[in-house]
C-alpha cells in the first residue's frame, strides 16, 4: 500500500512539471518530426554522377499534433524523394552538396500538402553526406 501512494506521488510529479514550466514562463520549443536520411540524385546532363544523403527536421507549428504528423514521417520522405527525382537539387558549382534552399521550399510545400496548410513551419537541414567525392565531372559553375 505505501508503495502504491509512492508511486502515486511520483506520477503526480512527473504530471505537474510540464504545467509548472508553462507557469513560470518557460519558452516552449516547437515540435519537431526528424525525417530518416534519404538520397537525394545529383543528375549532370542527364546521368546519374552521385547521391547526397540528406537529414532534415521539419519544424511543425504550435497548434500541430505532434504524434500524428511524426507518424507521417515516412509520406514525407516520400515527397521529397519524388520531388527531388522530378527536378534535381543540383548546384551548378558542386555536385556533393544540394541547393539547400530549393530543396527546403520545395519540401515544406510538399509537407504542408500532407500535413495540412501550416502545420509545418519550416524545414531545417542537419546534414548532408555524398556519396562519392572523387570522380565527379566538373562542375560547370566551378570558378577557376
Do not use: C, W
Not at 9 to 38: D, I, N, W, Y
Not at 104 to 127: D, F
Request: hydrophobic share 45%; glycine share 4%; net charge positive.
Amino acid at each position: 500500500m505505501r508503495l502504491h501512494r509512492v508511486l502515486l506521488a511520483l506520477a503526480f510529479a512527473f504530471t505537474a512539471a510540464p504545467s509548472l514550466a508553462l507557469a513560470e514562463g518557460t519558452p516552449q520549443l516547437s515540435p519537431t518530426v526528424l525525417m530518416s536520411p534519404v538520397a537525394m540524385p545529383i543528375v549532370v546532363d542527364g546521368k546519374l554522377v552521385n547521391y547526397v544523403f540528406v537529414t532534415i527536421r521539419l519544424r511543425l507549428s504550435p497548434r500541430a499534433d505532434a504524434v500524428k504528423l511524426r507518424a507521417m514521417e515516412p509520406y514525407f520522405r516520400d515527397a521529397l524523394v519524388r520531388v527531388g527525382h522530378r527536378t534535381p537539387f543540383v548546384r551548378s558549382d558542386n555536385y556533393i552538396r544540394l541547393d539547400d534552399e530549393r530543396l527546403k521550399a520545395a519540401l515544406l510545400r510538399e509537407a504542408n500538402a500532407i500535413a495540412g496548410a501550416g502545420m509545418v513551419s519550416s524545414a531545417q537541414i542537419i546534414r548532408e553526406q555524398a556519396q562519392h567525392y572523387d570522380g565527379l565531372p566538373k562542375p560547370t559553375g566551378a570558378s577557376r
